[in-house]
């Protein structure tokens, strides 16, 4: 529910809620970024994506604080690009992925340094880096490259259709060993069950000295459940899923109807 403490820090996902397919900041949604910080709000990025794919986005908004990335598993400075802090997965859950992915015939990739790796260049690689933007850099094989260096994160991209399966077998081998989410609907994402974007947002918050019931966060997916529970202010797009509907204290408009900026002049700036 709205706290009665005014909202001092504001939490955005990024993809499907500050930008679309198209992978644009509207004008209203930077407008009312900007208004927001003119008040002396802090305004964070709280995003799935590497740090190379978010911070043009942070700097499109004049961010310079802390931004989250990697599902919270990383913690960056937004203007130095220092790491603040980083959560890998454990090796024994990374050789468990991925060995499953081989066994299935499932895409993985992984990630390091800020770079991401992948054994080859196909419709499923493309999927993700038209996305994010980013070259992959492409070894013989992710379980030998990966076999005593530690991934920040392991992301399984397959069709649509299969994912909810990919999910449910992944649960079921890992147990509480992972935390699995989904940023996308043919995105399955596997990062070290300590962190999520909620655990983060609690990170950035004392760091930017916020209580977390003057925060108010706005996200589009599975992956916002967190995100939006841990906020003092919940606010899901109206596009996502019924998972995430269910936990927002408010529903806004879609990306394509500037969902942010609607968030920002009602629960912020009003």
């Known amino acids: 529910m709205l706290s009665s403490t005014r909202i001092r820090l504001v939490a955005l996902d990024l993809d499907g809620t ?3 397919e198209d992978l644009v900041v509207s004008p209203r949604v930077r407008d009312a970024v900007k208004a927001a910080r003119e008040r ?15 911070r043009p986005f942070a700097q499109l908004l004049e961010i310079d604080g802390p931004i989250v990335c990697y599902q919270g598993a990383a913690v960056f400075d937004a203007s130095s690009g220092a790491t603040l802090r980083e959560t890998p997965v454990q090796p024994d859950v990374t050789r468990a992925v991925l060995e499953w992915a081989n066994a299935h015939g499932v895409h993985a990739q992984c990630y390091a340094d800020d ?7 196909n419709r499923f690689s493309k999927r993700y880096t038209d ?4 070259e992959p850099h492409v070894v013989p094989s992710l379980r030998e490259a990966f076999a005593h260096r530690p991934t920040i994160k392991i992301v399984l991209v397959d ?9 449910a077998a992944l649960r079921a081998l890992l147990g509480d060993r992972a935390y699995l989410t989904r940023s996308h609907v043919d995105f399955v994402e596997v ?3 300590r962190v999520n974007k909620g655990e983060a947002l609690a990170f950035v918050a004392q760091r930017c000295g916020v209580a977390l019931d003057a925060t108010l966060a706005v996200g589009d997916a599975w992956n916002d459940v ?7 202010v919940g606010v899901a797009m109206g596009s996502g899923p ?26 912020v700036l009003a």
């Open 40 to 54: 002396g709000v802090a305004v964070t990025i709280v995003t799935g994506r590497m740090f190379a794919a978010a």
């Open 115 to 121: 770079l991401l790796y992948v054994e080859a260049i």
């Open 159 to 167: 069709e649509a259709a299969r994912s909810d399966a990919h999910l």
């Open 242 to 267: 019924p998972e995430l509907l269910a936990r927002a204290d408010h529903v806004v408009g879609d990306v394509a109807n500037d969902g942010v900026a609607e968030a920002i002049e009602r629960y």
């Open 18 to 20: 500050l930008v679309g």
């Open 226 to 232: 967190p995100l939006l529970d841990a906020a003092a």
């Open 131 to 134: 996305l994010a933007r980013v």
């Open 191 to 193: 990062i070290d069950p």
